[in-house]
């Protein structure tokens, strides 16, 4: 039976897609898991091995499935990539961790990069900017904090992975335009099992920084501007350009991540006002969606994540090419859908300006994700996954996705 080195979890996801490659093209035995077997990881030149494990939704069977990998295969590192398998594996990670190391913050650290509460109360503790957040406790309080925070405003929830009567759902953040949509958005969120704040909608730049924190001290840096996301607000980068370091957000970043005690790594969102000013948005305490930006710039953020979890010397990482754009083309696709469908709506450009963008960087250089000549076959599976879920919105008369069926 094949040993692995590390096993690479949400293999669906294009994060998962660039360590395995990272991993794969430093000399390691690399296997690839995921609850789809179009999960473009699977598909790797660089996966010595790839196997169907349950969704995350289903928590005790996907980790009963993980110890029979780590039983089987022997892995020195787990590395989980969603917000979902994370939660998942941090109910049960003292049993996991005595078969392999779960490639996470400790628990402590955690706790507050997952909580946008505890997140934002750290960042004020330290003289970080945030914008004016306000909890609902409950329907009722929403026209309180709608006068004290303004309209449009985004409902926000405070985590956004969920356990509810169902099993496991991701709550996303909404930008509403008054008190009638943030009582509606707010008690579906409630119903789903979670809590949600309402915050100040801040239009400006959305700019991150992403590092490498081991041993007390930041080892790697990299910035990022993202152009467009998928959903509009909030989501997941559709463009992004590594761009150079800005003094101000790197220095807010380094201090929370110091002061949570993030080891690992961590990518802290800001976003700029209109004067400039950053305001933090959030930190995820995971591989992001956009990461493969950093390794193709220079940042090999999964090769030192890896060096870190086997408690190996993490060298130091801090230049890399400024100016790399990449594009996720299928998220592309999906913003345009949802900018053409719901013009008017604040985030949404005019449709003649969308187009144009979207037709324009079309022709602009950049790289793209999933695309590797050397690797082709993910990209062809992403391509069939793009597929299947078109078909099954179209059949089920599912919600696009980004979207709630209210």
């Keep these: 039976m094949t040993s692995l080195d590390i096993a690479v979890l949400d293999a669906e996801q294009r994060q998962s897609l660039v360590a395995v490659r990272s991993l794969g093209r430093a000399g390691l035995r690399v296997g690839a ?12 030149r660089w996966s010595a091995m790839s196997g169907l494990v349950p969704e995350c939704s289903r928590p005790d069977e996907l980790v009963d499935a993980l110890l029979a990998v780590a039983d089987a295969h022997g892995p020195l590192v787990v590395l989980p990539t969603t917000d979902g398998t994370i939660e998942a594996l941090r109910a049960r990670r003292p049993e996991l961790e005595r078969r392999a190391v779960v490639a996470l913050a400790p628990e402590h650290a955690l706790e507050i990069a997952v909580d946008k509460s505890k997140t934002l109360a750290l960042a004020a503790e330290l003289g970080i900017g945030a914008p004016r957040t306000v909890e609902l406790e409950s329907l009722d309080d929403v026209d309180a904090a709608g006068a004290e925070v303004g309209f449009p405003a985004v409902v926000k929830p ?3 992975w969920v356990e509810g009567e169902t099993g496991g759902a991701r709550l996303t953040s909404s930008l509403v335009v008054d008190a009638n949509e943030a009582r509606a958005v707010t008690g579906a969120a409630v119903r789903a099992g979670g809590t949600v704040v309402l915050q100040q909608w801040v239009t400006g730049s959305r700019e991150a920084v992403s590092v490498l924190y081991a041993a007390g001290r930041v080892r790697a840096r990299f910035a990022q501007v993202a152009e467009r996301m998928f959903p509009p607000l909030g989501g997941s980068s559709v463009l992004r350009e590594s761009i150079e370091l800005p003094v101000d957000l790197l220095d807010a970043a380094e201090r929370l991540v110091d002061a949570a005690g993030l080891e690992g790594y961590s990518e802290v969102e800001f976003r700029r006002d209109a004067t400039g000013c950053p305001h933090l948005m959030e930190i995820n ?41 990449m594009r996720w083309l299928g998220g592309d696709l999906r913003w345009l859908r949802e900018t053409l469908r719901h013009q008017g709506r604040p985030e949404m450009l005019p449709a003649g300006r969308a187009i144009a963008i979207f037709a324009r960087d079309c022709v602009r250089p950049a790289a793209y994700d999933y695309v590797s000549l050397s690797d082709p076959r993910p990209v062809l599976l992403a391509a069939a996954g793009f ?20």
């Excluded at 898991?33 to 790797?44: I, Q």
């Design 387 to 406: 597929g299947l879920r078109a078909i099954d919105r179209i059949v089920l008369k599912q919600p696009p996705e980004g979207r709630s069926s209210s």
């Design 285 to 325: 305490p995971r591989l992001s969606a956009s990461v493969e930006v950093a390794v193709r710039a220079g940042v090999d953020f999964p090769a030192l994540l890896y060096a870190w979890a086997t408690g190996e010397d993490v060298p130091e990482a801090n230049g890399y090419t400024r100016g790399l754009r």
């Design 158 to 160: 405070v985590r956004s």
């Design 33 to 44: 898991f995921g609850s789809a077997r179009w999960a473009p990881a699977h598909g790797s």
